[in-house]
């Protein structure tokens, strides 16, 4: 009596434990089918797979859950279901394993969506405990299938196959019995997904003739804000031939996904779409300088696009930017787009110097230069001036020096060293910039006893020659009482 009592108890705890199983599969599925290209971009985020095998194991994955939590549930196709239990289970291990390894957020966003939010050594925990949970039903398969919900349904449906033995009857009435429950739960859930909107207003743009610039971000993303007033000010020069489209990089991983976008901020160039897809010109990731931004847009961008309907962006370099006079400065040209012709400033006049693409300009004078470089193209024109460019001193002699620290707190000494060139006589220092001489000194040192920001300037006299350097804000003090 009691050997039979505890068989009927392991075979309740047993089918229990196959039941609890195969609704954690079902309730993960469930999560996934209706954003399953979010968790397909998941899947790639972790970068254990190339891009097209995470693209088919995001798709199929779910499916697989649902298969064979239908069947734990229902008690048919075991072996097979808790096989493919453990297998998924070890993969997931596998990906919360590595992602903790690599220090990544420890946020498993693809293990139940968005349903169950959990943490990877929370996910990693579960993953350990199901394919125990899945070996242990192995062991005691006999009694995981006494509680056969699936068979006492199809008995009551009264199934009968014709011209088939029994056994292959119940097993295709099985495998009918699945697949229909299968397609039932996940194909309203597949299709009842959120469909972003981004594709239409792309396709808009592209039949218009426009291109496309998807702009991927993320809410408290810091480089995303850094970029933000550029793209923004990149829109109003561009956005009448360019359509600019923003996409929230968690909201719509989808479309993160489809144009494999792993990271933010991040922008996309869409120039046109074919049979095979969409055409991508090109990818600008993690680009927060104006410069260097607008330098990657022109560069890059197909030159019928740009080149042809804008103005170019004027630019330019010099060598040497420093000596002693007289000295021949050699300018070159970068500027982007299409350039018809040059006009150079060297002196910050007003006056033209040289309409050469690529010129030279001796400087016989010594002083600070502002250079500008006016260019002009078919389609408008854009100027670029580098104020106090050019440096150049006489022959006799060059003020230079440095701080031994150019921040203190408290009522500290700080130690200036002159490295001015010449046959220095005197030397005169001004420490806060009132215009008073401070100390006359080669290597003086100063204490301040106010906070503030201070002017340091230094002027060398030679028997023929002097000079002046000023460091502005070069002081920074902070600490002082009152």
Same mark, same amino acid.
């Given at each position: 009596?009691?050997?039979?009592?505890?068989?009927?108890?392991?075979?309740?705890?047993?089918?229990?434990?196959?039941?609890?199983?195969?609704?954690?599969?079902?309730?993960?599925?469930?999560?996934?089918?209706?954003?399953?290209?979010?968790?397909?971009?998941?899947?790639?985020?972790?970068?254990?797979?190339?891009?097209?095998?995470?693209?088919?194991?995001?798709?199929?994955?779910?499916?697989?859950?649902?298969?064979?939590?239908?069947?734990?549930?229902?008690?048919?196709?075991?072996?097979?279901?808790?096989?493919?239990?453990?297998?998924?289970?070890?993969?997931?291990?596998?990906?919360?394993?590595?992602?903790?390894?690599?220090?990544?957020?420890?946020?498993?966003?693809?293990?139940?969506?968005?349903?169950?939010?959990?943490?990877?050594?929370?996910?990693?925990?579960?993953?350990?405990?199901?394919?125990?949970?899945?070996?242990?039903?192995?062991?005691?398969?006999?009694?995981?299938?006494?509680?056969?919900?699936?068979?006492?349904?199809?008995?009551?449906?009264?199934?009968?196959?014709?011209?088939?033995?029994?056994?292959?009857?119940?097993?295709?009435?099985?495998?009918?019995?699945?697949?229909?429950?299968?397609?039932?739960?996940?194909?309203?859930?597949?299709?009842?997904?959120?469909?972003?909107?981004?594709?239409?207003?792309?396709?808009?743009?592209?039949?218009?003739?426009?291109?496309?610039?998807?702009?991927?971000?993320?809410?408290?993303?810091?480089?995303?804000?850094?970029?933000?007033?550029?793209?923004?000010?990149?829109?109003?020069?561009?956005?009448?031939?360019?359509?600019?489209?923003?996409?929230?990089?968690?909201?719509?991983?989808?479309?993160?996904?489809?144009?494999?976008?792993?990271?933010?901020?991040?922008?996309?160039?869409?120039?046109?779409?074919?049979?095979?897809?969409?055409?991508?010109?090109?990818?600008?990731?993690?680009?927060?300088?104006?410069?260097?931004?607008?330098?990657?847009?022109?560069?890059?961008?197909?030159?019928?696009?740009?080149?042809?309907?804008?103005?170019?962006?004027?630019?330019?370099?010099?060598?040497?930017?420093?000596?002693?006079?007289?000295?021949?400065?050699?300018?070159?040209?970068?500027?982007?787009?299409?350039?018809?012709?040059?006009?150079?400033?060297?002196?910050?006049?007003?006056?033209?110097?040289?309409?050469?693409?690529?010129?030279?300009?001796?400087?016989?004078?010594?002083?600070?230069?502002?250079?500008?470089?006016?260019?002009?193209?078919?389609?408008?024109?854009?100027?670029?001036?580098?104020?106090?460019?050019?440096?150049?001193?006489?022959?006799?002699?060059?003020?230079?020096?440095?701080?031994?620290?150019?921040? #203190?707190?408290?009522?500290?000494?700080?130690?200036?060293?002159?490295?001015?060139?010449?046959?220095?006589?005197?030397?005169?220092?001004?420490?806060?910039?009132?215009?008073?001489?401070?100390?006359?000194?080669?290597?003086?040192?100063?204490?301040?006893?106010?906070?503030?920001?201070?002017?340091?300037?230094?002027?060398?006299?030679?028997?023929?020659?002097?000079?002046?350097?000023?460091?502005?804000?070069?002081?920074? #003090?902070?600490?002082?009482?009152?």
């Amino acid at each position: 009596m009691k050997s039979w009592l505890l068989q009927i108890r392991t075979q309740w705890w047993i089918s229990g434990l196959r039941i609890g199983l195969g609704t954690i599969l079902v309730v993960s599925s469930v999560s996934k089918l209706p954003a399953q290209s979010q968790f397909m971009n998941e899947v790639a985020g972790y970068g254990l797979l190339p891009l097209a095998l995470a693209r088919v194991y995001g798709a199929a994955l779910p499916w697989a859950e649902l298969f064979a939590g239908g069947a734990l549930i229902l008690g048919i196709f075991t072996t097979a279901a808790l096989v493919l239990c453990i297998l998924m289970a070890l993969s997931f291990a596998t990906a919360n394993i590595y992602a903790l390894a690599q220090g990544m957020s420890d946020s498993c966003g693809g293990c139940f969506g968005q349903l169950i939010p959990l943490s990877n050594t929370t996910a990693l925990i579960i993953d350990v405990l199901m394919v125990f949970a899945a070996v242990l039903l192995l062991l005691y398969r006999g009694k995981a299938a006494s509680i056969n919900i699936g068979d006492s349904f199809l008995s009551i449906l009264n199934l009968n196959i014709p011209k088939m033995s029994k056994h292959s009857a119940q097993k295709i009435s099985r495998a009918i019995l699945l697949v229909v429950i299968v397609l039932a739960i996940g194909v309203p859930l597949s299709w009842g997904g959120q469909t972003s909107t981004a594709y239409s207003r792309i396709n808009s743009s592209l039949e218009q003739g426009k291109p496309v610039l998807l702009v991927f971000y993320l809410a408290g993303c810091g480089e995303c804000e850094e970029q933000k007033p550029i793209i923004e000010e990149m829109e109003q020069t561009y956005q009448e031939n360019i359509s600019f489209i923003y996409i929230d990089y968690e909201a719509e991983s989808g479309v993160a996904f489809d144009f494999e976008v792993t990271g933010v901020p991040t922008m996309v160039l869409i120039g046109g779409r074919d049979g095979s897809g969409y055409t991508v010109l090109q990818r600008f990731a993690n680009l927060t300088s104006k410069e260097r931004l607008q330098r990657s847009f022109y560069e890059d961008l197909d030159q019928s696009i740009v080149y042809s309907r804008y103005a170019p962006i004027a630019d330019f370099s010099a060598t040497p930017t420093s000596g002693r006079v007289p000295v021949k400065v050699q300018f070159v040209d970068s500027s982007l787009g299409k350039v018809e012709s040059w006009a150079w400033d060297f002196t910050n006049d007003g006056v033209i110097d040289s309409t050469v693409q690529d010129p030279s300009y001796i400087y016989s004078e010594p002083g600070t230069y502002t250079v500008m470089l006016t260019v002009h193209g078919p389609c408008g024109s854009s100027a670029k001036t580098i104020q106090e460019y050019l440096r150049f001193d006489s022959k006799g002699c060059r003020a230079d020096f440095f701080a031994d620290s150019k921040s #203190v707190v408290g009522i500290t000494p700080i130690r200036f060293f002159d490295q001015s060139e010449g046959d220095i006589i005197t030397w005169e220092w001004d420490f806060d910039g009132d215009g008073t001489i401070d100390n006359i000194e080669r290597n003086p040192v100063y204490t301040y006893t106010a906070n503030g920001i201070y002017s340091v300037s230094l002027t060398i006299r030679t028997p023929d020659c002097e000079d002046t350097l000023t460091k502005d804000d070069y002081i920074t #003090v902070t600490g002082c009482d009152g």
